[in-house]
């Protein structure tokens, strides 16, 4: 008999075939939204699980599962994933790096200049009709070339983000937890993130979410930033305290701010939505077809592999507990 896979989103019909040779699949072809409970009672019975990046593996949903032996994420962020819990269960989880990484950097570099020169904004206006005349002072916005960009979270996307900033005569800051081997190789220089946000005219989010980077830009962090600055977030909401960021903007603390992510996705904190200075975009870091086809892909590599008990191409928790151990 086949393991049982549960696949909580629809997915391309390639990857559903790939896994239907290995897999007895309970698909979701509508992609119809499951609440938790629903969720965890579709869990009962699946041998593995392919979630998205908005799916909570947590305590609940494993205690739901007794037959779970792989979690594959489409994504290569996995902070809705209780890792350590399931290491403890033997259970397999695997993510998705870097077939994601060039489309979501340019994704980056998308938001960042729609939000320094005010695409959203202007574009509003034209279409309410109130384009009446050319005026020298009309939706004036940053420089992006030759400023002063500050990245925080200098992994694979960061990186990529980074080496398209040479195109742009851009002074580059960085912060990390350790210093990159490239910088020299990107000319960026690692500083205190303190020092960053006060320097930078553009702040780029690329940082993994965890407990230790919950609203690591609040209130605080927002008041030294230059009044003149963006900030862009691609990570992942929670990492800015969207209310801090509202206040923020509202008392011109910031002069603009590009957002994929947000603290409670998809729901946008409301003064979000009022701000006319804010570009809003639905989660779309890694969402070209090749991209998201690279990652949806890669998901099914990693349970196709573990079917037929081979390694595992991206495997999180090699250290595991051994199966049945
Ligand atoms: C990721 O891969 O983590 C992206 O945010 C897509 O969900």
């Given at each position: 008999m086949k393991p049982r896979l549960l696949i909580t989103r629809k997915v391309f019909p390639e990857v559903m075939q790939a896994l239907s040779q290995a897999y007895e699949v309970q698909a979701n072809p509508d992609d119809t939204h499951w609440s938790?409970?629903?969720?965890?009672?579709r869990l009962a019975n699946c041998d593995a699980l392919f979630v998205v990046a908005t799916d909570r593996v947590d305590e609940a949903a494993l205690q739901a599962a007794p037959h779970l032996k792989?979690?594959?994420?489409?994504?290569?962020?996995?902070?809705?994933?209780d890792?350590?819990?399931?290491?403890?269960?033997?259970?397999?989880?695997?993510?998705?790096?870097?077939?994601?990484?060039?489309?979501?950097?340019?994704?980056?570099?998308?938001?960042?200049?729609?939000?320094?020169?005010?695409i959203s904004e202007s574009e509003r206006w034209l279409r309410e009709g109130q384009w009446g005349r050319w005026a020298w002072d009309q939706f004036l916005g940053a420089d992006v070339h030759g400023a002063t960009l500050g990245i925080v979270g200098m992994g694979r996307i960061g990186s990529a983000i980074a080496r398209r900033a040479a195109g742009f005569s851009m002074r580059l800051l960085y912060c990390n937890r350790s210093a990159a081997a490239n910088a020299a190789e990107l000319g960026a220089t690692r500083v205190e993130l303190?020092?960053?946000?006060?320097?930078?005219d553009h702040?780029?989010?690329?940082?993994?979410y965890s407990p230790a980077t919950h609203h690591l830009i609040g209130?605080?962090?927002l008041a030294r930033m230059k009044p003149t600055a963006t900030l862009v977030n691609i990570a992942r909401g929670g990492i800015v305290d969207d209310g801090a960021l509202v206040q923020a903007l509202q008392a011109g603390h910031l002069a603009a701010a590009g957002l994929d992510v947000y603290e409670n996705e998809p729901q946008v904190h409301p003064a979000l939505l009022a701000q006319r200075n804010v570009v809003l975009t639905p989660h779309l870091g890694s969402a070209t077809r090749s991209s998201r086809l690279g990652m949806a892909m890669l998901a099914a590599r990693n349970l196709l592999a573990f079917a037929a008990a081979e390694p595992l191409p991206s495997c999180l928790n090699p250290d595991r507990r051994p199966a049945g151990g």
């Open positions: 938790a409970a629903e969720f965890h009672a792989i979690v594959a994420t489409g994504s290569v962020g996995y902070n809705h994933i890792l350590p819990a399931c290491s403890a269960r033997g259970i397999a989880v695997t993510n998705t790096p870097d077939v994601l990484t060039e489309a979501t950097a340019d994704m980056a570099w998308a938001l960042l200049m729609a939000t320094a020169r005010r303190d020092a960053l946000l006060s320097q930078s702040v780029l989010l690329v940082l993994p209130e605080r962090e």
